[in-house]
């Protein structure tokens, strides 16, 4: 029985092994998820998984619900793509987290409560709050499942070649929505509890495996030549394929300001009409490029520090101490795993170099999983296929892990929030139960569509502009709460909009034209590429005008470094001005954000609440 | 809403305003150190280029610095700040207590 099925196997171009690994991973993954459904029975366990989680699964499940697609397959891909600057994405997604422990953490374990709606209408007594506060929960949630939606659709249509890229999406989006709706988030911790030890074995045994055989790191790191060196080093045993056209030149590639920040400027400068035009762009190109590496640097370290699926983690802590402690030990579980990727990333420059010419799930965001096929040609078929296999299914761990996240916090909003507490207040707990898992699958669906349309954008770009938007809106919002007695509920929301509107407008622009761009490129004859234009007038003024202003280009496709501070302006402008509003009791609200839970304030402040009926 | 406890120490604005001070410094302190690397390791890639360009075992320098060193110096700077924060908490809740009893 196990011939035919093989055979047609290998007609199809399905490596078993690939399969068979990657299909364990999804088994266990929902099995998990079923049996943990029966034990997970209160609307409380749904929504923080009861509050008892300890320091170790807490942090692991932290660590696996963070290291997504992005992380597990973008950032290699974006390594090999465009090199040394890719590299501030795998260390801003890491020290972000030093920011969140250092200003954020603490005190908002201590203020207690469900999600960031709650917290947000906690602090300022506004209900009308915890409806902005939903719709962003929504918001920059969607963003950053898109990028995990692609990870989906390329890993799938590399197990199964021909399998078109919508058809990844729409299966794996729909496994996870089941397991989130049947399963809640005690389900989850304990299944990405798992799935981080899964990644960090994922990613780690094939880098051995393959250093040992093609060579180390280092070594095909010294193989390209820096700007300072006259020819490259040809470390032993180290082989090089030919780059095609499309990939980035040694120097250009090894060294700081290279494709990633400068793209902006040289699409300005192939455009430039005279050689004059041409030097006065190029003399711009470096400065600008340092202000793309600050913008982007802003957008991930507080984008991070704003995450809200990251967030509500905080609260499955028992004590703030055991908040801290979590920190430190996500802080080191992810560090250790993000050294690895772009190891991938610089292999695969080596050895994969095809992978610059193709587009879209057929390009170099899938070098985690192809990578390690390259022992075939070494004599090492069955080893080559089996690390591959691994690749694949710390692949799904990734998508999986972080969609079933985002799925729980946007769910929790949905349900908790929007039907809970606003559509209806009075609702019995069954009631709340079934909205939950009616608002799992509405959102699951949504997303899937979303990841549809996003072939063309790389992975790990998608995600840094969810962290762009964070970084407006939450972090600004957290930060500023929790320091700053004089906030008003006016001045956070209007910061927090301000900030957040803004940059998604900002980003939503380059998008637009980014993916059509994307479709343009693989047309071959230049009067189809012509017509393909004409039918996209948008999308084309907008590619037109990004040309004419490069900088323009480079603060909308990295607008932190503007709309930070523009959300945390707004929010003092607004503050001053309706001071008057400011709560009653916002030195409680600050204690219990800020004292010791040792002195009991929390509890002192909930029952003169329950005082007041509320 | 009634004060119970009063005369009270601990619902006093200058046991918050100093509780939020001590929390506010040490959170500051060990969040210059991260951005001082933040801020520098860019500068240094624009005005030394050829300098972060040398290679220390194969690797670029700067690529050493980015790739590899910044985790550990991170963790080394949440230790820190774990430690004290910690520390600091205990001397809050035990100076708070003591002042609740006279």
Not at chain 1, 10 to 39: E, N, R
Not at chain 1, 72 to 95: E, I, K, Q, R, S
Not at chain 1, 343 to 348: A, E, H, L, P, R
Request: glycine content about 8%; aromatic content about 12%; hydrophobic content about 50%.
């Amino acid at each position: 029985m196990l011939t035919p099925l093989a055979s047609i196997m290998a007609t199809a171009g399905i490596d078993p092994w690939i399969a068979i690994f990657s299909l364990v991973t999804v088994v266990v993954t929902v099995g998990m998820g079923f049996w943990s459904a029966g034990k997970s029975k209160s609307a409380g366990d749904f929504f923080v998984a009861g509050r008892s989680v300890s320091v170790g699964w807490n942090a692991s499940a932290i660590s696996g619900e963070y290291l997504s697609a992005a992380s597990f397959m973008g950032v290699a891909g974006m390594v090999m793509a465009t090199g040394y600057d890719a590299l501030w994405y795998p260390v801003c997604y890491a020290c972000g987290y030093l920011f969140l422990l250092l200003f954020i953490a603490g005190p908002l374990r201590r203020f207690g409560a469900y999600t960031i709606p709650d917290f947000a209408e906690g602090r300022y007594d506004s209900p009308l709050f915890r409806k902005i506060a939903v719709c962003f929960v929504l918001f920059i949630g969607f963003f950053y499942t898109m990028p995990q939606m692609k990870g989906a659709g390329t890993t799938l249509s590399y197990i199964f070649p021909g399998l078109p890229y919508w058809v990844g999406v729409a299966v794996v989006g729909a496994v996870i929505t089941l397991n989130v709706s049947l399963g809640g988030m005690k389900g989850i911790t304990l299944v990405q509890a798992f799935q981080y030890w899964l990644k960090v074995f994922a990613i780690t045994i094939p880098v051995f495996v393959l250093a040992s055989v093609v060579g180390h790191y280092e070594d095909h790191l010294a193989a390209n030549k820096t700007s300072i060196e006259q020819t490259a080093a040809k470390p032993a045993g180290i082989e090089r394929k030919a780059l095609p056209e499309k990939a980035p030149k040694d120097e250009q590639w090894i060294s700081p300001f290279g494709k990633l920040t400068t793209k902006a400027m040289d699409a300005s400068i192939a455009a430039a009409p005279t050689p004059q035009a041409k030097a006065e762009l190029e003399a711009q190109k470096k400065p600008y490029s340092l202000l793309y590496t600050y913008s982007l640097i802003i957008a991930l370290v507080c984008g991070t520090a704003g995450l809200p699926h990251i967030l509500v983690r905080f609260y499955t802590n028992p004590d703030g101490v055991a908040a801290k402690r979590t920190t430190m030990w996500v802080m080191i579980l992810i560090g250790v795993f993000y050294v690895f990727p772009p190891v991938y990333g610089v292999i695969g420059r080596s050895l994969s170099p095809e992978l610059y010419a193709a587009v879209g799930a057929k390009g170099t965001d899938k070098v985690v999983l192809e990578l390690p096929t390259l022992l075939a040609g070494k004599d090492h078929a069955l080893l080559g296929s089996i690390l591959s296999g691994i690749t694949c299914a710390g692949a799904f761990a990734a998508f999986m892990s972080t969609f079933s996240g985002l799925l729980v916090s946007m769910t929790g909003a949905l349900a908790h929030d929007v039907y809970g507490r606003i559509l209806k207040p009075d609702s019995t707990p069954e009631q709340r139960l079934r909205a939950f898992k009616w608002a799992a699958i509405l959102i699951g669906a949504v997303s899937i569509l979303l990841g549809m349309q996003v072939e063309a954008l790389e992975i790990n770009f998608m995600v840094g502009q969810a962290f762009a938007i964070a970084a407006a809106s939450y972090f600004p919002l957290l930060f500023m709460s929790v320091w700053w007695r004089g906030m008003t509920m006016k001045g956070a929301a209007s910061g927090m909009l301000g900030g957040g509107i803004t940059a998604l407008i900002a980003i939503s622009f380059t998008s637009i034209s980014d993916v059509a761009a994307a479709g343009a490129k693989k047309l071959t004859d230049a009067s189809q590429v012509t017509a393909y234009w004409a039918e996209r007038p948008l999308a084309n003024s907008i590619k037109q005008f990004w040309i004419d202003h490069p900088l323009a280009r480079i603060l909308c496709e990295q607008p932190a470094i503007w709309a930070v501070p523009l959300s945390i302006i707004l929010m003092i402008i607004v503050s001053k001005a309706t001071a008057k509003t400011i709560p009653n009791d916002v030195r409680m609200k600050m204690l219990v954000l800020h004292a010791p839970e040792a002195l009991g304030l929390k509890q002192e402040y909930i029952k003169e609440h329950e005082g007041l009926g509320h | 809403m009634k004060d119970t406890s009063s005369p009270d120490y601990i619902h006093s604005d200058g046991f918050l305003a100093r509780l939020m001070r001590d929390q506010l410094k040490l959170s500051i302190a060990c969040a210059l150190f991260f951005f001082a690397a933040l801020v520098a390791l860019p500068l240094l890639n624009y005005y030394q280029p050829e300098f972060m360009a040398q290679r220390v075992a194969g690797f670029t320098l700067t690529w050493l610095i980015l790739g590899v060193l910044f985790f550990p110096y991170v963790w080394i700077i949440s230790y820190i700040f774990i430690k004290k924060s910690i520390a600091l908490e205990d001397a809050e809740a035990a100076a708070a207590k003591e002042s609740a009893k006279k």
